[in-house]
């Protein structure tokens, strides 16, 4: 089954910046620029929640509040990968970070799995000092 494969992920400290990326692995996904790309995170115990998305062609982008203004997402899709830069990171953002293929931005919030990919392993990001 195809996934996408997220890299980037570390421990730093509060007002640092990551880039995280997600690349996709698997013949069905080869095309990824046919898929708009959502970012979720996840907190143990809670739910994985939709932070952002990015259109198949990257004319649109997405955020929940609280990721606006910090994080970007853009997408190479000459090179098949999207990416989330975090700037001013908060311990509030240690998660573990998921990206998955969806149908469109507009359930990016909610959606409960990938259109057509299986969820990755995710890149654990922490933020302590």
């Known amino acids: 089954q195809a996934r996408l494969v997220e890299s980037g992920g570390g421990l730093v400290q509060p007002g640092s910046s990551l880039r995280l990326s997600c690349a996709a692995s698997g013949s069905t996904l080869d095309d990824l620029d046919d898929y708009a790309v959502g970012w979720f995170r996840q907190v143990p115990g809670s739910k994985r929640e939709g932070i952002s998305c990015?259109?198949?062609?990257?004319?649109?982008?997405f955020y929940v509040p609280s990721v606006k203004g910090r994080f970007t997402v853009s997408r190479d899709n000459a090179k098949n990968i999207v990416y989330l830069q975090m700037n001013n990171l908060k311990p509030e953002d240690t998660a573990v970070y998921y990206c998955g293929d969806l149908e469109t931005c507009s359930y990016y919030v909610t959606a409960s799995s990938p259109f057509t990919s299986d969820w990755g392993q995710g890149t654990r990001v922490t933020v302590s000092s």
């Open positions: 990015i259109t198949p062609a990257g004319s649109s982008t």
